[in-house]
C-alpha cells in the first residue's frame, strides 16, 4: 500500500529545509529503503571519482582547504537530491506529473553539487591591481 504525500521546499526561520513528515504502512518501508539506496548509489556514481561510502555515509574525498567553507551547501545540495530522488519515485508509482518536478529539481541539486566540487578556481587580477589585503587599482596618470 502507497500513502500520498507531497515533498515540500519551504524554509524554516533559519534557512533549513522543511519537508512533510510521510506517513508510510510497514509494507512502504522497504520500497523507501531501496529509493534511499539509490539515491545515495547515484551520487557515489556521479562523483566516483572522489566520493567513497564509510559506515553508511557519503565522503568526498577533495583537499581540506577546497571543502572547508562548502561544507554545509554540499550536504545541503546532497540531502536535497537524496529527497528530490526518493519523491520522483515515489511520485512515479502515484502522479507521474509530480515526479517530472522532483527529477528537475534533482538534475539542479546535481548541478550545483558539480558547481561546489568542481568548479573552484584562482581568484584572477584584473590589469593594474594588486592584492594585500584588498585590491586596489590604479588609473593611468597622465594629461
Not at 523507501?32 to 574525498?61: C, H, M, P, Q, R
Amino acid at each position: 500500500m502507497i500513502a500520498s504525500f507531497v515533498g515540500r521546499q519551504a524554509r524554516d526561520k533559519d534557512g533549513n529545509p522543511l519537508y512533510d513528515n510521510v506517513r508510510v504502512t510497514a509494507q512502504d518501508t522497504p520500497m523507501l529503503e531501496k529509493f534511499l539506496a539509490e539515491a545515495k548509489g547515484n551520487i557515489l556514481a556521479t562523483y566516483a571519482d572522489i566520493s567513497s561510502l564509510n559506515l553508511g555515509n557519503i565522503v568526498f574525498s577533495v583537499p581540506e582547504e577546497h571543502l572547508s567553507n562548502l561544507v554545509t551547501s554540499i550536504q545541503e545540495e546532497v540531502v536535497n537530491f537524496i529527497v528530490n530522488y526518493v519523491c520522483r519515485c515515489w511520485f512515479e508509482q502515484r502522479a507521474a506529473d509530480k515526479a517530472e518536478e522532483y527529477q528537475r529539481k534533482g538534475a539542479l541539486n546535481i548541478q550545483k553539487l558539480n558547481d561546489l566540487l568542481y568548479s573552484r578556481k584562482a581568484p584572477t587580477v584584473p590589469n593594474g591591481a594588486s592584492l594585500g589585503g584588498f585590491i586596489s587599482l590604479t588609473a593611468p596618470s597622465g594629461n
